[in-house]
């Protein structure tokens, strides 16, 4: 069975440019996550998608930051200019019900310059 | 805020020796589950354990968790080289999204 996959692995853009992380979740579960690990930082959580809906998205930065998961399959995140301080790791994790395990993808380096 | 915090740090061991790691949370949770993360690479999930459990084993891995001291513990038997990772606990409470600690690095030297 595939697990969480992450496209693309390493972005590096400049300050000001557009970038979307696109995350496709194990296939049948419903909850997806965004986590970010910025430099020296602990990973930190941004949002939860229950199929397409935004269950939580408490932990979501600023309006530079544009999630969606039309569909209910895979995300994307979309970073809309991107500022310096948004560089780091983004991951994505998927769950099968509620409380579960949840099981990580590789995560996408973003670098801003 | 920070929900996990692991210790120690940093943890150095000769392969075939036993690594043990803390973590300690501050408010009550659901489950608490242990990942790691080889360098560069992602998370990889190794054990769950819920608010009502006491202790989980899986392979050489052994998660205990006291809930009345808000303490998770990691012990990784007989380690091997492959065991050099960074060891982070999670925690989730009735909003299912997980918190995390700063990590362990652990480094097996052979």
């Known amino acids: 069975e595939a697990g969480v996959t992450q496209f693309p692995s390493h972005s590096v853009i400049e300050k000001g440019q557009t970038v979307t992380l696109r995350c496709d979740p194990i296939?049948?579960?419903?909850?997806l996550y965004w986590y970010r690990r910025v430099m020296g930082k602990e990973i930190k959580f941004l949002l939860h998608?229950?199929?397409?809906?935004?269950?939580?998205e408490s932990g979501m930065p600023n309006n530079r930051f544009l999630a969606e998961r039309t569909g209910g399959t895979y995300s994307t995140l979309k970073v809309q200019p991107a500022e310096l301080e948004d560089s780091g790791v983004y991951f994505c994790?998927?769950?099968?019900?509620?409380?579960?395990?949840?099981?990580f993808g590789p995560g996408t380096r973003l670098t801003v310059l | 805020s920070q929900q996990g915090e692991e210790d120690p740090q940093a943890l150095s061991i000769q392969e075939g020796e036993n690594a043990t790691m803390n973590c300690s949370y501050k408010?009550?949770?659901?489950?608490l589950q242990w990942y790691r993360q080889n360098s560069g690479r992602g998370l990889v999930h190794l054990i769950l354990?819920?608010?009502?459990?006491r202790e989980k084993h899986s392979g050489r891995l052994r998660v205990t968790l006291d809930t009345s001291k808000k303490s998770s513990s990691l012990l990784i038997t007989a380690s091997r080289a492959a065991d050099t990772a960074s060891y982070f606990c999670?925690?989730?409470?009735?909003?299912?999204?997980?918190?995390f600690g700063a990590g362990t690095t652990v480094t097996v030297r052979a």
């Open positions: 994790a998927s769950s099968q019900g509620n409380g579960g395990e949840q099981f």
């Open positions: 296939s049948g579960h419903d909850n």
């Open positions: 998608f229950v199929k397409e809906s935004k269950q939580d």
């Open positions: 408010t009550s949770i659901n489950n």
């Open positions: 354990i819920r608010s009502n459990e």
């Open positions: 999670a925690t989730d409470g009735n909003d299912y999204k997980l918190s």
